[in-house]
């Protein structure tokens, strides 16, 4: 898993100190593996080919090249490592001579061969540092880009409902629906009209023979 970064900005590898510079590279482990796949290979290879192969070649020879294209490589790591470490550039270059100089020369076995652990660790966590930055680097970029493009597709907004069609729509109960007509009351019969009875319905009234006499 990648170390989250700030979307606004990334900080460099050279901006970094020693401490946060390891951490980083722990923090990522995928980065870590493979800075230390190329920074182990290197110095491996210098070692190996400075005590096997450099005293009978010579220098002016193809391994004599790889023996100063690996210190090469190695050298400018460590001498920025010595320099953010030690806050000296003459430290920091001392550094480089002693570490080099001991791995690919020194007949000492076990003085060589703690030297390189160190030089490979150095290699390990500076190259892995390196591509972290440039992997949340990238992510940055590419997150900025998909923002651009969206903002430049705008979501289309729904149309607004009116409230005739909100009455039209069939599904959806009126407000202004009719009301009920009332309920008739038949009134009560009055004096001089008792036992007369109307009826509407037939559209004739009917008069008791009481109320004829």
């Given at each position: 898993?990648?170390?989250?970064?700030?979307?606004?900005?990334?900080?460099?590898?050279?901006?970094?100190?020693?401490?946060?510079?390891?951490?980083?590279?722990?923090?990522?482990?995928?980065?870590?593996v493979?800075?230390?796949?190329?920074?182990?290979?290197?110095?491996i290879?210098?070692?190996?080919v400075g005590?096997?192969?450099?005293?009978?070649?010579?220098?002016?020879?193809?391994?004599?090249?790889?023996?100063?294209?690996?210190?090469?490589?190695?050298?400018?790591?460590?001498?920025?490592?010595?320099?953010?470490?030690?806050?000296?550039?003459?430290?920091?270059?001392?550094?480089?001579?002693?570490?080099e100089g001991?791995?690919?020369?020194?007949?000492?076995?076990?003085?060589?061969?703690?030297?390189l652990?160190?030089?490979?660790a150095?290699?390990?966590?500076?190259?892995?540092?390196?591509?972290?930055?440039?992997?949340?680097?990238?992510?940055?970029?590419?997150?900025?880009?998909e923002?651009?493009?969206?903002?430049?597709?705008?979501?289309?907004?729904?149309?607004?409902?009116?409230?005739?069609?909100v009455?039209?729509?069939?599904?959806?109960?009126?407000?202004?629906?009719?009301?009920?007509?009332?309920?008739?009351?038949?009134?009560?019969?009055?004096?001089?009209?008792?036992g007369?009875?109307?009826?509407?319905?037939?559209?004739?009234?009917?008069?008791?023979?009481?109320?004829?006499?």
């Amino acid at each position: 898993m990648l170390e989250h970064a700030a979307p606004t900005m990334t900080a460099s590898n050279a901006d970094r100190d020693v401490v946060s510079q390891i951490k980083l590279a722990f923090a990522n482990p995928l980065p870590l593996v493979i800075g230390a796949l190329i920074g182990a290979l290197v110095p491996i290879a210098t070692y190996t080919v400075g005590h096997a192969e450099l005293d009978a070649a010579g220098w002016v020879s193809l391994p004599g090249a790889i023996v100063i294209g690996g210190c090469c490589f190695s050298a400018i790591t460590v001498y920025k490592w010595g320099r953010r470490a030690f806050d000296s550039a003459l430290k920091a270059v001392g550094f480089v001579i002693l570490s080099e100089g001991v791995m690919s020369f020194s007949h000492v076995a076990w003085l060589s061969l703690v030297v390189l652990g160190f030089l490979v660790a150095i290699n390990a966590v500076a190259n892995g540092a390196n591509l972290a930055i440039a992997h949340l680097d990238a992510e940055r970029r590419r997150m900025e880009a998909e923002v651009t493009v969206t903002a430049s597709f705008p979501v289309p907004l729904a149309p607004p409902v009116s409230s005739t069609d909100v009455t039209r729509d069939p599904e959806v109960p009126s407000i202004m629906a009719e009301r009920p007509a009332p309920k008739k009351v038949a009134r009560k019969g009055t004096k001089g009209t008792k036992g007369i009875k109307m009826s509407r319905a037939r559209g004739r009234v009917s008069v008791s023979p009481s109320q004829l006499n």
